[in-house]
């Protein structure tokens, strides 16, 4: 079993920047590849980024390629979103998931077993 608790969300203006973190607890974290999700309002879940259990392999959404940097720490049971030059188009709850026993990242919802509560982040225009 892992839980998983997001934080770093907030309110922020165009083009500024929130490194989102999610913290893991459970002994299955360093072999799980890792995702972050949004979802806006009135719109699906759909994925943002997504990092294998060793973090040599990452995969992103075309549209926050070289603007979003996801990470790990497997000695810290963590998983990072740094999120740069951020845009109104941005703003929606930020999920991060777990893909248990999974070296690769992959990039449905459906295969991930395990979800945080989520994060509001709201970027003004």
């Known amino acids: 079993q892992v839980q998983l608790v997001e934080s770093g969300g907030g309110l922020v203006q165009a083009g500024g920047s929130l490194r989102l973190s999610c913290a893991a607890s459970g002994r299955t974290f360093s072999s799980a590849a890792m995702g972050w999700f949004r979802q806006a309002p009135g719109k699906e879940r759909e994925f943002v980024a997504a990092?294998?259990?060793?973090?040599?392999?990452?995969y992103y959404t075309d549209s926050v390629k070289g603007r979003f940097t996801i990470s790990r720490d497997n000695a810290k049971n963590t998983v990072y979103l740094q999120m740069n030059s951020l845009k109104p188009e941005d703003t929606a709850v930020y999920y991060c998931?777990?893909?248990?026993?999974?070296?690769?990242?992959?990039?449905?919802?459906?295969?991930?077993?395990?979800w945080g509560q989520g994060t509001q982040v709201t970027v003004s225009s």
């Open positions: 990092i294998s259990r060793s973090g040599g392999y990452t």
């Open positions: 998931a777990a893909d248990r026993d999974q070296l690769f990242p992959r990039i449905s919802l459906n295969e991930y077993d395990y």
